[in-house]
C-alpha cells in the first residue's frame, strides 16, 4: 500500500473504508506504545535530523515517549523525544562559542513492512526534559516537512502530510462520549422522523450514527475551505449504504461515450453568474432512495437549455429516462451521455406533472404526443474551468459528474477536500453547475444537487472552483437544441 494510502487508512478516510465497529473502536485509536518498541522509530528519525551533518556536529538522542496506530501491515509512531546537540565551536560556522543544547522533537514515522519513512519533523529548543509534565515554556515550533503526501498539483501545493497528520493526534474520545452522542441521537431520529423495526437495529444505528459524528469531524478537519459538516440526514447510513443508494458506481467506470466536443467559445467569463436568478433553474428535486442522479443532472440541464432557446422553463420528467432509456440501468446508475441519445431517440421529454417520478424502475409509457422538449444533439465540454465558466455563462447550467466525498455529511459553505480524499478518478455523483462566484474572496461553484432542499444549502453544494476539485471539470457536458 502506498504510504499516503496506508495513512488515510490509519485515518479512516479512504473511499469505501467502513467505520470500526462499537465493540472495535478503541482498537482504531493510537495507543501508548512501550519504550523498546519507540526505539526503531526514533533512531531513525534522529538518522533522518543527522543526514548530512559531518561527523562531530550530529546530534544524540535523549529521552523518548509516543503513540503507535496501526492499520495492516503498517504502523504510524508519533515521537516525543529530545536531542543532545553538541556545542558548535568552529568560527567558520559559529561566530560565536555555542554551548550544547536540548532540542524537544516531534516526529511522525511510518513504518510500513519494515520500512520507514520520516513524515514530518517538528524541532525546537527546550530546557524541559520531554519527560516532564506540561509543555516546556521556551519550546518554539519549527516545522521541516519530509516526505510530501503527494507530487503537487499547480493548485495543490499545501496538500501534504503536514495538513493531515496534526488530526492523528487527537485525544482519546471523552468518557461521556456515548452518553452524549445517545442525546444527539435522540433528536437526529426525531428532526428526520427515523423510525427502527427492533431495539437492536436502533441500537445499531446508534452506533453507525456514533462513528459518522467522529467521521464528519475528520472530514471537517482536513477541509480547507469554508464547508460545515456535520448531522444530515444520511448521518445514519453507513458509508456503502449511503454509496449504494445515493450515487452512481457507473460514472467511474465509464466517461462520456459518442460525444463530439464543443465548439470552443473562449474564456472570458464574467467574474459572477448564476442562471437561479435568471429564470433557468427549476426547484431542487428529490431522486429519494434511488441512484438516478445522472437523469436529474441531464434534465436540469435540458431545462435550461429550451428555457435559453425557447424562453419557457418546464420541469422535465426524469422517471422517463429511468424507465425509457434501455441503456442506463435506472437507480442502479447511469451515463449522461446515454441519456441525451435516449432523449434524441424517443423523440424528447415529457413533463413532470404528465410523466411523474417515483424513484424504481417501471414500465416505459413514454408517448410522443406529450413530449414537450426535444434536443438536437449533445456536446462534451473542455475541462478547463475558465472555459466552463464562461460556456456556462453564455449557454446554460451544465450537467457534470463529481466524487461525493463529504457530501453525506455536508451542511454549507464552499467544500474543498484535500486531493487524495476526493479523487477526480472516482467520480460517482451527477449533478448541475447552476452559476459560480465568490465568498470572502474564495472562488466556487454553484452546485444544484437532487436530495431535496432538506440536505446542504437549501438543496446545493457549493465547490471549491479553479482546482479540478473532486474532479467537477472531468466530465461536463450538455444538450444542444436548436
Known amino acids: 500500500m502506498a504510504p499516503w494510502l496506508l495513512l488515510l487508512s490509519l485515518l479512516g478516510l479512504l473511499p469505501g473504508a467502513s ?34 551533518r559531518a561527523a562531530g556536529t ?49 516526529f511522525e514515522v511510518l513504518d510500513e513492512l519494515g520500512k520507514h519513512m520520516l513524515l514530518r519533523r517538528d524541532c525546537g529548543p527546550v530546557d524541559t526534559k520531554v519527560t516532564g509534565a506540561g509543555k516546556p515554556k521556551d519550546f518554539t515550533q519549527g516545522s521541516a516537512l519530509i516526505s510530501p ?19 492523528l ?55 480547507r475551505g469554508t464547508a460545515q459538516y456535520g448531522i444530515t440526514k444520511f448521518s445514519d447510513l453507513t458509508e456503502e449504504e449511503f454509496r449504494a443508494i445515493y450515487l452512481n458506481p457507473l460514472l467511474k467506470e465509464n466517461r462520456n461515450k459518442m460525444m463530439h466536443l464543443a465548439k470552443s467559445i473562449g474564456d472570458h467569463a464574467p467574474p459572477e453568474w448564476d442562471w437561479r436568478t435568471k429564470g433557468a433553474v427549476t426547484n431542487v428535486k428529490n431522486q429519494g432512495m434511488c441512484g438516478s442522479c445522472w437523469a436529474f443532472s441531464v434534465t436540469g440541464n435540458v431545462e435550461g437549455q429550451w428555457f435559453l432557446k425557447q424562453g419557457d422553463l418546464l420541469s422535465l420528467s ?36 404528465d410523466y411523474s417520478y417515483s424513484g424504481h424502475l417501471q414500465t416505459c409509457s413514454f408517448s410522443a404526443k406529450k413530449a414537450k422538449v426535444y434536443i438536437n444533439d449533445s456536446v462534451e465540454l473542455s475541462q478547463n474551468e475558465q472555459k466552463l465558466a464562461a460556456w456556462l455563462a453564455k449557454k446554460g447550467p451544465i450537467s457534470v459528474a463529481i466524487n461525493a466525498f463529504g457530501m453525506q455529511f455536508y451542511r454549507r459553505g464552499i467544500s474543498h477536500p484535500l486531493r487524495p480524499l476526493c479523487s477526480p478518478w472516482l467520480i460517482d455523483h451527477a449533478v448541475l453547475l447552476v452559476g459560480y462566484g465568490n465568498r470572502s474572496g474564495i472562488p466556487f461553484w454553484a452546485i444544484k444537487n437532487s436530495w431535496g432542499t432538506d440536505w446542504g444549502e437549501e438543496g446545493y453544494y457549493y465547490l471549491y472552483r479553479g ?5 467537477v471539470n472531468a466530465m461536463a457536458s450538455s444538450a444542444v437544441v436548436n
Open 149 to 167: 503526501l503527494f507530487q503537487p498539483h499547480s493548485d495543490d501545493r499545501n496538500e501534504t502530510l503536514s495538513s493531515v497528520l496534526p488530526l
Open 318 to 353: 426524469e422517471q422517463e429516462l429511468l424507465d425509457c432509456d434501455k441503456v442506463d440501468k435506472a437507480c442502479l446508475g447511469g451515463l449522461p451521455s446515454n441519456a441525451y441519445l435516449a432523449i434524441k431517440n424517443l423523440g424528447g421529454l415529457e413533463t413532470e406533472d
Open 58 to 106: 550530529r546530534a544524540a538522542l535523549g529521552a523518548v515517549r509516543g503513540r503507535v496506530r496501526r492499520a495492516g501491515e503498517g504502523s504510524l509512531y508519533s515521537l516525543k523525544a529530545t536531542l543532545e546537540e553538541p556545542p558548535c565551536n568552529d568560527p567558520t560556522v559559529c561566530q560565536l562559542p555555542v554551548s550544547k543544547k536540548t532540542l524537544l522533537c516531534s
Open 19 to 52: 467505520p470500526a465497529p462499537p465493540h472495535r473502536a478503541a482498537d482504531a485509536r493510537a495507543r501508548e506504545a512501550a519504550y523498546p518498541e519507540l526505539l526503531g522509530p526514533a533512531r531513525f528519525a534522529l538518522e533522518m535530523y543527522n543526514r548530512g
Open 169 to 223: 493526534n487527537k485525544d482519546p474520545l471523552p468518557q461521556d462520549f456515548s452518553v452524549k452522542m445517545a442525546s444527539i441521537f435522540k433528536e437526529f431520529v426525531t428532526t428526520y422522523n427515523r423510525t427502527y423495526g427492533t431495539q437492536e437495529e436502533a441500537q445499531w444505528r446508534l452506533s453507525v450514527f456514533s462513528n459518522n459524528m467522529v467521521r464528519a469531524q475528520k472530514i471537517q478537519a482536513l477541509d
Open 467 to 471: 482546482s479540478g476539485a473532486c474532479g
